[in-house]
């Protein structure tokens, strides 16, 4: 059974609850720390990420295979699910920005926006995909470039064993299209919508319904007075587990890639000891962050960083072939629209390698830092419209996203195309980045500049996520203690070491990533229906 809205609710559209924000909570102190967290979803998460951290570390080989196998059942058994859901999370997306719906204004008609544009934009890609824009900006264009060129292949069951997303390619101008089509994919329109989704119901359901500030309060339209027991527990549990792994596998990603352009740099070791020692020394500047609150902390490194980031792209398109990126962008985006229905469609396909080994574990990771994401948008996003909201926060990333794939990524095809340059392609994937930028002048300061921009993507990534993992875990509050926030990104950054240390490093992470995916892009789709009843029932 589901419960509908209330029959009843105040003028402004606010849903009619018994319910208080931090009813449930328990509050206290150890020591000088204090406490406010919510009962019981603080303690399951907590004592569940704590056995974890055990049993990695206490059977590894165990550990291993188990992450293994969960990794490859869920990529080949799900991939079909995955890439229906994450259609059905873009179309909703276009429907609601055309809709009169697009006109409600999240927090109340009178409400007004928090934060300029500039740092509402700096601070949503920050926190959306500045690690792995940096991580597979260069290298994936590449893959899919050389596996497009390559043709396909088949074993003797007649299935595909080539990489190449859909037949391959013809041609080296058309493997090029094609290449830059999928990469492009993989980081525009499906993934932001995947952020829209739960960020729009996160801010429509908390600032116009008068509910609290947690992945639960999405699901009224279809629990009602349910989701403040076990059924809203499990939700905001779900959305712990995927928040931290998913962000686990991001820290990891940007260790790997810090390691790697310092070892150019500075000739550091490329080894676990090294990306250990960097996660701690990026966590530890994470948890000053963290103490300095979403004003002075993740605001300020957002802008800070997107400056750095927006030089380096301005760099790469001054020191490149410039003509020719220029104009290759435009034709990028047009093969991205052209190979969009066949790169979506999630049956009937025998491009089996890319279809489950990087479309299902890119949905897989963006559904598990969607809650983080989510919440993080809804929580800077009061005052916009729907529309202004899924405009900003599905198309003009998107576009961005395009831009930084079609020059770092064009530009590192052009120097294999063009110049016979292969350093890039033939290096170590978190090298691939500062290969390419090593064929450009002044190679040492821009590849310091990626090091930084990967510290402090990091750094925003864990210190948002802390926070909202906090919000989560403390009921809806948004005011509690500091040591809570503290207490989960430690746990993030031990997380990252457990796995890179003892259970088979990122392919582990990996796995992690895409088995909370999984359950969680069941709530995502029940989400969809939660967020037209709330709209329908808005005052307009």
Not at 516 to 539: D, Y
Request: contains cysteine.
């Amino acid at each position: 059974m589901t419960a509908e809205l209330p029959s009843e609710t105040a003028p402004s559209g606010q849903i009619k609850t018994d319910y208080t924000i931090g009813r449930d909570n328990i509050e206290g102190a150890i020591g000088p720390f204090g406490f406010d967290v919510h009962n019981p979803v603080f303690l399951i998460s907590a004592l569940a990420v704590i056995a974890f951290v055990v049993f990695t570390l206490a059977l590894p080989e165990q550990a291993s295979s188990l992450f293994s196998l969960l990794f490859s059942e869920v990529t080949k058994g799900f991939d079909w699910f995955f890439i229906g859901a994450a259609d059905v999370f873009v179309l909703l997306c276009l429907v609601l920005i055309v809709s009169p719906y697009g006109k409600i204004r999240l927090g109340g008609q009178d409400a007004t926006p928090d934060f300029s544009y500039v740092s509402w934009f700096s601070m949503l890609f920050a926190a959306g995909m500045g690690i792995g824009l940096m991580f597979y900006g260069v290298s994936e264009p590449l893959s899919h470039f050389s596996s497009s060129l390559g043709g396909t292949a088949a074993g003797a069951d007649g299935l595909r064993t080539d990489w190449a997303p859909l037949g391959a390619a013809p041609n080296q101008a058309e493997a090029v299209r094609l290449g830059m089509a999928a990469s492009i994919f993989h980081w525009a329109l499906h993934p932001w919508a995947i952020y829209a989704i739960l960020a729009l119901s996160l801010a429509l359901f908390s600032y116009n319904k008068g509910l609290p500030l947690t992945i639960r309060s999405a699901f009224y339209p279809i629990f009602g007075e349910r989701i403040w027991g076990w059924p809203g527990h499990i939700i905001d549990i779900l959305a712990v587990f995927a928040t931290l792994f998913g962000l686990a596998t991001s820290l990891g990603l940007g260790a790997a890639q810090a390691n790697a352009g310092l070892n150019k740099i500075f000739g550091i070791p490329i080894d676990t000891t090294s990306q250990i020692v960097l996660i701690v020394i990026i966590t530890s500047i994470a948890l000053f962050s963290v103490i300095r609150g979403l004003e002075a902390g993740v605001k300020l490194l957002s802008e800070i960083n997107m400056g750095l980031a927006f030089l380096l792209l301005v760099f790469v398109l001054a020191a490149g072939p410039t003509l020719l990126l220029v104009t290759d962008a435009g034709d990028f985006l047009l093969a991205y629209l052209e190979y969009l229905p066949a790169l979506s469609n999630p049956v009937g396909r025998d491009d089996v390698n890319f279809m489950q080994g990087w479309t299902s574990f890119y949905w897989a990771w963006w559904i598990s830092w969607s809650p983080f994401v989510g919440m993080f948008i809804a929580r800077v996003s009061r005052g916009r419209t729907v529309r202004e909201f899924l405009v900003s926060v599905l198309l003009i990333p998107s576009l961005v996203c395009v831009i930084w794939m079609s020059i770092f990524g064009g530009a590192a095809i052009s120097q294999v195309v063009r110049d016979g340059y292969t350093a890039a392609t033939e290096a170590a994937l978190p090298l691939q980045l500062f290969a390419m930028l090593n064929a450009l002048p002044m190679s040492q300061i821009t590849s310091l500049v990626g090091i930084v921009l990967v510290i402090v993507f990091f750094v925003t990534s864990s210190d948002s996520g802390s926070l909202v993992i906090d919000t989560i875990t403390s009921g809806g509050k948004v005011d509690a203690p500091v040591a809570q926030r503290v207490f989960w990104c430690l746990f993030e950054g031990v997380i990252a070491i457990v796995l890179l240390l003892s259970a088979g490093g990122l392919k582990s992470l990996q796995s992690m990533v895409i088995s909370t995916g999984l359950p969680f892009t069941v709530v995502l789709l029940v989400m969809c229906v939660a967020i037209w009843r709330g709209l329908a029932s808005e005052p307009r």
